[in-house]
């Protein structure tokens, strides 16, 4: 199984995949970590791939690229490499029970950049996580937001995505949350009480989110304390052994 998470500067995905491998480990799985990104200095895991073998970001930028520029630069000079990461990717996919992938901070380099997008498409079937943290989920349009994202991360890179609220140990009452992103009915009718433009666009994208959105259910994890894990572990099964409707 492969997992890949994706998501913002920031939202958690290195913290999470070192969180989650752990987890599956103790509960008898194999694992193995990829680490797809050029800009990070110290990881809280063993990646037994890691692109920063070939090129890393700070290196780039000694050799006087800005901090974007050196991201940007690092990824054109892995693309002549991608299919070598495929097969490194896939010949653990054959041996251990679950690939984690750890994408780069920035996640518009591993949804624009020809790299990301290529390793995704080659993939077999590999399930993306997209994370968000609580703390950019303020007014009702942020929820139709992070829903439509989520869909777009799916529409580019091709792949089951699954989006997946990070942090929940930092959120008071869940349940404030849940019932906007679980319940689109509910987000629908608090977006029709909108007055402003943005939430007469928020309530029309989201009126069709029913008809558009692949049925999948939302997760809540929290790599601090665990939460979530197991319901992370099911979906990825149920993704893989298409045995379960995700819902
Ligand atoms: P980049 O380094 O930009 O790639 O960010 P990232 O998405 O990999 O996030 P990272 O795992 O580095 O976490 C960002 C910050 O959020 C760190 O300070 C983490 O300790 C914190 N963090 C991550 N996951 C959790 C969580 O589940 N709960 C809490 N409270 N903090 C978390």
Known sequence: MIVAFVGTAGSGKTTLTAAFGRYLKEN???????????????????????????????????EGYGPNGA?????????????AYLTEILKLED??????LDTPGQMETFLFHEFGVRLMENLPEPLT????????????????????????????????TVP?????????RLEDYRKYLDDLDYLNSRLRLEPSMQGLLAHRMCSVLPELAPPTRILYVSARTGEGFDDLETLSYEHYCNCGDLT
């Open 129 to 160: 996580v997209y994370l968000f943290s609580p703390d950019i989920l303020r007014k009702p349009e942020d929820f139709c937001f992070v829903r439509f994202f989520g869909l777009m991360i799916e529409l580019r890179l091709g792949t089951t």
């Open 28 to 62: 008898g799985h194999s694992v193995a970590y990829a680490n797809l990104d050029t800009g990070v200095r110290k990881l809280p895991y063993r990646p037994d791939v890691d692109v920063r073998r070939d090129v890393t970001a700070w290196e780039l930028m000694e």
């Open 71 to 83: 991201i940007v630069e690092s990824y054109d000079r892995l693309l002549p490499k991608v299919s």
């Open 95 to 100: 041996e251990r029970d679950y690939v984690l």
């Open 164 to 172: 997946a609220m990070s942090k929940v140990d930092t959120v008071e």
